[in-house]
C-alpha cells in the first residue's frame, strides 16, 4: 500500500483568544498547497485521505481531496492531532482500503510517524504543504522510501539518503 504524508499548509500565527486547533491557512499555505496538490495527484492521486480535525489540517486535506476529485473518502482521526503514533502505525498496518492513503497532519507527528515506518533516524522533518511517498507492503515491518516533495519549487527528492544524510 501507498502512503501519502503531507503537513498542512502555512496557517495564520495564534492570536489572542484563538486555540492551535482555529489556525487556518493563509493565502500563500492555500496557494503552494494546491500547487503541491496537483502535483501530487498526476503521480499518486490518493483514493482516501486521513486528516487532523485542526482547521489548518483539515482545510489541506480538502484541497487535496478536490484536486483527487474524491468526495466521501475522508476520515478525520484525532490520533493525528494528538500525536499518537502507535494508534496510527496500528490503524495504517490494519488498513485494507484504496490506495493510495493520505495522511495529513502535523509536525512532529508525521516526523516520528516517517521516521517509525521507514525504521530511520536524522529524518529531517516536514516543511509546510511537503508530502513524502512510502510503500508498505502487506505484513512488512518497514516500509519503502518512494519520494518526498518538497514545496519550494516542487522538488522532488527519490533518496532517503539524500534526505536524511
Sequence with gaps: MKILLMRH???VDQDHGMTDGERWLT???R????LVADHVVKHSAPLAVWTSPLVR????AEILVSA???EDEVTVLREIATGDVSTLLSRLRAWNGPGPLA???HEPTLSVLAERLLDARGWPGFK???VCALTLDEGATRARFEWMLLPKGLTVVDSLATLVG
Design 31 to 34: 496557494r503552494v498547497t494546491r
Design 128 to 130: 509546510k504543504s511537503a
Design 103 to 105: 495522511v495529513v497532519g
Design 27 to 29: 493565502a500563500k499555505g
Design 68 to 70: 483527487a476529485g474524491l
Design 9 to 11: 499548509g502555512e496557517a
Design 57 to 60: 489540517a483539515t482545510q489541506t
